[in-house]
């Protein structure tokens, strides 16, 4: 185990390849045909790393794939969020002018067991968007908000590691409570743990969407070295 | 080296601690005697995840130590900043208002290599706090911006894995360029290469400043197995 760090990380620095020479191109500020809208809910409290790891993979595919994913942040109003972080962010569309969303990202946010679960209009709207989008994602406890709008009914899905008992509690009726693994993909939904394996879910869209190799340079401009053979995961049918 | 990242996720799950169950304590927003102030740079194109991992584990310094960090984001004015990812954010202070800096933070941004270089009001702001502070650190391309500074002259030091003959052919005469690790510490600075194992460098300054049980829990909290004995890291007096 001590070593396996050492190897990765080394294994990581070692075949990286360059993200600031891509950054050169300007991403593209508006949709193109055939271009995954990506939309970003970010609720008040919402914590940074599982906002960005998403983001920043879903980003840089256009680097790695023509056209990659347009990704956007949408919120209740246009207001700023700020992240449980302390961070303030600028939503780019409310819940009232926001475009198509071909893959919904739920990154957890402060209140997702409580009373964002209470928030009609915003279960609403993921209840919505979510069925319309090709993809729903979570990360950490996000899927809490998916699963109170309908969206993990019959599926198997997975969160943080110490809120999978409250998760079971009050979602095991009708959803298949998964835990030890990074992420769980059932149908159209891909639910993670969170944190830094935040990065792993959306490098497994990328790979199922782009292949192997567009998520392996994707990987290695944030110094991962990316096999998807060697990430814990479930797949249902 | 396939098994190797199943059982650092695995270990990383199991051995999680809970960060929602401390997210109900509301982090300070003065700083308090004693309490570290945490000042991250944040240059137009910055990118995300060199911002949000460090900010991530300084901020949760809070529910591991006390006091924790106090954790702000400067900019040159007090406009938004739109990162590489085109997350837009709201800096906390402009160059102009900015509070004591203790640990001084650059993350990698855009135009790291380039442009930002010859920003003179930039660099002076760089050198100035960065003379000042306690310790300083770089993600990736935020190297190029201290060492322009002057502030690694003497030291061992890295950067992003594909930058490092250009980190080289600019500053080597008054760097040690080091390649093939997370990152370096030397004297009061820390750099790392930036990416993913942006954590890391961030962990390694908390178990420095609070100890290994305290950098263990912030890590748990990220669902990262911390154990800074399998991290490749260099340490030059």
């Known amino acids: ?16 390849t360059s993200r600031q020479s891509a950054s050169r191109q300007a991403p593209s500020p508006q949709a193109v045909p055939g271009q995954l809208q990506v939309g970003i809910l970010v609720i008040e ?25 347009r990704v956007f942040l949408v919120s209740e109003s246009e207001q700023p969020v700020t ?3 302390g961070l303030r962010i600028l939503p780019d569309y409310s819940f ?5 969303i071909d893959v919904l990202v739920v990154p957890s946010a402060e209140h997702n067991l409580d009373t964002d679960l209470e928030n009609e209009r915003l279960i609403e709207f993921v ?9 729903i994602m979570s990360l950490c406890d996000g899927a809490f908000v998916l ?3 309908g969206l993990l009914d019959g599926k198997a899905a997975t969160t943080f590691p110490s809120d999978i008992p409250a ?9 298949n409570v998964r835990s030890d693994v990074s992420f769980v993909h059932d149908g159209k939904a891909i639910t993670s743990v969170g944190g830094a394996p935040s990065f792993e879910a959306a490098l497994y869209l ?25 990430v814990s995961h479930e797949k249902h049918e």
Chains 1, 2 share one sequence.
């Not at 009232?96 to 198509?100: E, G, H, I, L, W």
């Open 1 to 16: 185990m001590r070593r396996a760090l050492l190897i990765f990380f080394a294994c990581g620095i070692l075949t990286s």
């Open 45 to 69: 409290g919402v914590y940074n790393t599982e906002l960005t790891a998403p983001m920043d993979m879903f980003h840089h595919t256009i680097f790695h794939t023509d056209p990659g994913m």
């Open 83 to 85: 992240s449980f972080e």
């Open 96 to 100: 009232a002018n926001c475009p198509d």
């Open 127 to 135: 209840r919505d968007r979510g069925e319309k989008a090709q993809w």
């Open 147 to 149: 699963a109170q709008a």
């Open 167 to 175: 998760f079971a509690e009050k979602f095991g009726e009708r959803v």
């Open 206 to 230: 990328c790979e199922v969407l782009y292949g192997a190799k567009a998520a392996r340079g994707i990987a290695g401009g944030l110094v991962i070295d990316w096999d998807l053979e060697t």
